[in-house]
């Protein structure tokens, strides 16, 4: 080391080239210094409100996704917000089929979720189509039946044909309604489609599209309910009764042939599908080794010598 002064008169030191540069040793004060904790940590243990954070989300487990099937609230909290997989839980609820791997007992499931009027009472609590917005749905769907129950009663008494014929209930009000409650069921899913993916800051925008929508039909529902009983005249009120309830009775009725049997969107083809789909990722069970064939061939498994 050599001293020098610089141009103010100061003193400095100068460290002579080709001499080793020493760190100081650590005071007995710098090793009795505490590590440095995390702020959201600190902020625990100070009692202070933290940062919430969002939970690791990964997919469900088979055996995961057959604990879910419960229906109603089965004594379970909906608080799950430290679940792992509460994410995919909610995309799987809104659009898989196959639960269990048992045929009637996922078909039971799958009635109790995506049935208008069960739904109400027996789906499933983390459903992200939650049983108030499935109520809204039963309000609006009620009260649009009125209107064209209203026109065929007016009809009815022009006409002299005091009973309506089902068959123009089904064409003029059921069928309708039902395209409606299906276009309001995926609106109410809409956000599920978002969450845990790049597109995750947009479903704040849908949850209030959502709320939005819902508000207008609850406004135009109640609007064209009192339509309705002013279209009615000197008609009796009670004559909406039946085409009302034969038009409620037909949609709950006709929901399990649509929802059930029908190729594409129906449960029977879909668990199929899916199973099917399970089979080809399931690894070869003990004991079998999968040959790789040519191209073109099926692969098949054999059994281990």
């Not at 792992?84 to 909610?90: A, M, N, Q, S, T």
């Not at 005249?233 to 029908?262: H, N, T």
């Amino acid at each position: 080391l050599k001293g020098c002064s610089n141009r103010r008169g100061r003193s400095t030191l100068r460290v002579a080239p080709g001499a080793q540069k020493h760190r100081p040793a650590p005071t007995l004060h710098a090793q009795a210094m505490p590590a440095m904790t995390p702020p959201r940590l600190q902020a625990i243990e100070d009692g202070l409100p933290s940062v919430k954070v969002t939970p690791p989300t990964r997919a469900m487990t088979p055996e995961e996704k057959a604990s879910e099937v419960m229906c109603g609230c089965d004594g379970v909290s909906t608080d799950r917000s430290a679940c792992p997989y509460v994410y995919d839980l909610e995309f799987q609820l809104s659009q898989s089929y196959h639960w269990s791997g048992i045929f009637c007992k996922d078909l039971f499931f799958f009635i109790c979720n995506w049935h208008p009027f069960l739904g109400m009472f027996f789906s499933h609590p983390r459903h992200p189509w939650a049983k108030w917005e499935r109520f809204l749905t039963f309000v609006v769907s009620c009260s649009l039946t009125m209107l064209p129950s209203a026109l065929l009663v007016q009809w009815g008494e022009h006409s002299g044909h005091h009973l309506l014929p089902n068959i123009a209930i089904l064409f003029i009000i059921t069928l309708p309604v039902m395209f409606i409650e299906i276009g309001l069921y995926w609106l109410a899913v809409g956000d599920v489609f978002c969450q845990g993916t790049m597109l995750n800051c947009c479903s704040t925008c849908v949850r209030c599209l959502k709320a939005w929508c819902f508000c207008t039909a609850m406004v135009f529902s109640f609007t064209v309910l009192s339509i309705s009983f002013l279209m009615l005249g000197d008609a009796e009120p009670r004559k909406l009764v039946y085409p009302f309830v034969v038009s409620r009775i037909q949609s709950y009725l006709l929901w399990f042939p649509l929802f059930i049997l029908m190729p594409c969107i129906g449960f029977a083809h879909n668990w199929i599908r899916e199973r099917r789909v399970l089979e080809r990722k399931a690894p070869p069970a003990p004991g079998v080794a999968a040959v790789v064939p040519p191209v073109g061939e099926v692969v098949r498994a054999v059994p281990v010598p």
